[in-house]
């Protein structure tokens, strides 16, 4: 069986927007593309709908909430991201709808991105993992407010928040997909990409008796070098890219 080669992401833009759940969702694979792309001079923001508040079993919403807000940051920092919001939904329990695809084409209007990046939307990972509700709340939700913030009429009061349609969103890159398209070259990123994750470590140390470092960086490079397999041989980065 031929094994479809993964194409190169395009390089014709200057501003990507990151949509996610939760804190960790993004150093779960993306880190090393977003870390070679602020080496290239781009704009990277990120966007969480979540604190990730409920992710820890034995540590209380109320103070996973900021422990998990600082570890994000961190995380984001190393790979050369500094600006990190929250859209405070409620962690396990989103709901797609409205009220989120709102907050989404605010966001998008606020940082007025050619690319957006979110994780996969669908039911599950590869057909054998079920995905949780958060994930696919957000990634569909991303993938609609792409449109919606350039649309005026959709979400009027957001022009009365001083919030102007942003009709320059390009591409939507759902990271996590079994049915990826593209890739991004891991090399440069990937030691960072390692660092990033570790960041997490409050919550790494919740989720495996694994020593973290040894859990974190088997866990990235091997999902670099399997999508390298499609890629050239480079450990890389893969995303499921929707034009628009």
Request: hydrophobic residues 40%.
């Amino acid at each position: 069986m031929t094994t479809t080669q993964l194409q190169p992401m395009p390089e014709d833009w200057r501003r990507a927007l990151a949509v996610v759940a939760h804190p960790d969702d993004l150093e779960y694979g993306c880190s090393a593309a977003i870390a070679a792309w602020t080496d290239g001079g781009r704009e990277v923001a990120y966007v969480l709908a979540t604190r990730g508040e409920a992710g820890i079993d034995t540590l209380e919403p109320e103070k996973c909430g900021p422990l998990r807000e600082r570890e994000q940051r961190a995380s984001a920092a190393v790979v050369g991201v500094s600006a990190v919001e929250f859209l405070d939904h409620k962690d396990g329990v989103i709901e797609y709808g409205t009220a989120l695809r709102r907050d989404i084409a605010a966001a998008i209007r606020r940082h007025r991105p050619e690319l957006v990046i979110t994780l996969n939307h669908r039911d599950t990972w590869g057909g054998v993992v079920w995905n949780t509700p958060d994930h696919v709340a957000v990634g569909r939700a991303t993938l609609d407010a792409a449109g919606d913030a350039g649309n005026r009429w959709i979400f009027p009061e957001l022009v009365e928040q001083g919030l102007q349609p942003w009709d320059g969103v390009r591409w939507v890159a759902v990271a996590g997909s079994s049915t990826p398209t593209h890739a991004v070259d891991a090399t440069s990123g990937l030691e960072r990409a390692v660092a990033s994750l570790l960041e997490h470590r409050s919550y790494i140390e919740a989720l495996t008796d694994q020593d973290p470092e040894t859990y974190v960086r088997g866990f990235l490079t091997k999902h670099a070098e399997v999508t390298g397999e499609r890629f050239g041989g480079r450990p890389a980065v893969a995303f499921e890219l929707l034009s628009r």
